[in-house]
């Protein structure tokens, strides 16, 4: 094990007071961002990067910042777009480690590692080397990912740190056998009409049947029709639920709540527009709720449920310059009441089994240079805003 690079190779330092920031690229530019905007530090000014440096590195130790819902931790190490608890304190990502060059790519990027971060010592290591462009999948503490060695592609899965590894091979010709996001293990697609005849369907976790919807003649048809949960076992029969199959849209598995989110945001997205998430139990209970409109819904968006309400991320970036979050970050939406946690363009967030605490990787678009890194949000912790 590793311990992961605290910063990334172009940046060198960076204020984690979210209302000023001076970031140093690895050309050696200097720059201020605050509620001006972005200014260049002159190059007469350069010997100040030293104390900077000191005065940075105090900052980031005695400095945490807190929001009115909980409290931020931005652990610095550089991250990808997902994110998974493995328990109520660890969290698996895949980042990079910028002190190595991947071998692999023409450019010899940093080299794609996936991490585990450690909220008891503040720390991550290296799980494992992995291919930049290639997938990561978690679920319900099983693990699935590829790495490369010797020119070959390889297959990891099983418990994570007990994973079994396989070389992989192109598949058959006409297969429909492919990974099944949300248990992250291959299924054989062919059967579906075995198991519930005339219907497709996305299985769910073992024993928990398949979220699903009728064969129909035409598009038009299917996207009028209902979805079902289709129940596991013989003798049972498709329920159908109040969600259209235009409604249909991402659907995940929510540890906390040991049950299925499906999430739907309109496809033409503007402020006025409103989310909803369906939680499917696996009963065949569903519940809704409605994501208030507002500027934060132009952009995409994703939806997961935590201890203290629904968290949101949105990706509705501002049109002022290319450092402007607009209205992009992660929110808390509570009894029809929306607060933002962290501004930033956002990954896809990760809620730990107890509810409590909040992953993801945000670029903080604080300046030239900056890249997303994990951030960890505690619900369960409160605070204040930064400067009260």
Same mark, same amino acid.
């Given at each position: ?23 140093? !690229?690895?050309?050696? /530019?200097?720059?201020?961002?605050? #509620?001006?905007?972005? *200014? ?64 692999? !790519?023409?450019?010899? /990027? ?10 008891? !010592? ?29 020119? *070959? ?36 697609? /062919? ?22 919807? &009728?064969? &129909? ?18 003798? *049972?029969?498709?329920?159908? $639920? ?14 906390? $709540? ?6 739907? !945001? ?9 989310? #909803? ?19 934060? =819904?132009?952009?995409? =968006? ?9 968290? =949101? ?29 962290? /501004? ?12 409590? #605490? ?5 670029? $903080? ?18 605070? #204040?805003?930064?400067?009260?």
């Amino acid at each position: 094990m590793v311990e992961a690079p605290r910063r990334d190779d172009l940046v060198v330092a960076n204020s984690v007071d979210t209302r000023w920031v001076v970031t140093e !690229t690895a050309s050696g /530019s200097i720059y201020w961002t605050g #509620k001006q905007g972005v *200014k260049r530090i002159p190059t007469a000014a350069w010997p100040i990067r030293w104390v900077l440096r000191a005065l940075f590195a105090l900052v980031a130790i005695a400095y945490l910042p807190v929001v009115g819902a909980g409290q931020v931790t931005d652990t610095g190490v550089r991250a990808r777009k997902e994110a998974y608890w493995i328990n109520n304190d660890q969290v698996l990502f895949p980042g990079f480690d910028a002190t190595r060059a991947d071998a692999a !790519t023409i450019s010899r /990027s940093p080299q794609s590692v996936l991490y585990i971060w450690d909220e008891r !010592t503040r720390k991550a290591t290296a799980h494992a080397d992995i291919p930049e462009s290639d997938y990561v999948c978690y679920s319900n503490g099983y693990i699935s990912y590829a790495v490369r060695k010797d020119g *070959k592609r390889y297959i990891r899965e099983g418990k994570v740190g007990a994973e079994t590894e396989r070389e992989w091979s192109q598949p058959a010709a006409r297969s429909k056998v492919d990974r099944n996001e949300i248990g992250c293990r291959d299924f054989d697609y /062919s059967t579906a009409d075995k198991i519930y005849p005339g219907f497709l369907f996305v299985p769910l976790l073992d024993g928990d049947g398949y979220y699903g919807w &009728q064969k &129909q003649e035409s598009n038009v048809e299917a996207l009028k029709s209902p979805m079902f949960y289709l129940a596991a076992g013989k003798g *049972k029969k498709p329920v159908p $639920l109040p969600i259209l199959g235009a409604d249909k849209d991402r659907i995940s598995y929510s540890e906390y $709540l040991r049950a299925y989110v499906i999430e739907y !945001t309109p496809s033409h997205r503007k402020a006025d527009s409103v989310g #909803k998430v369906w939680i499917l139990y696996p009963t065949g209970k569903v519940t809704e709720s409605v994501i208030p409109a507002g500027p934060w =819904m132009r952009g995409s =968006m994703a939806y997961v449920p935590a201890k203290e309400g629904m968290i =949101m991320s949105s990706r509705a970036l501002g049109l002022k310059s290319r450092f402007d979050p607009g209205h992009a970050g992660l929110y808390l939406v509570r009894e029809q009441k929306v607060e933002q946690l962290v /501004s930033g363009f956002p990954g896809r967030p990760a809620v730990s089994p107890n509810g409590c #605490k909040v992953a993801a990787a945000i670029n $903080l678009m604080t300046g030239p240079g900056v890249r997303a890194t994990l951030q960890i949000v505690d619900l369960c912790k409160k605070g #204040k805003k930064n400067g009260d």
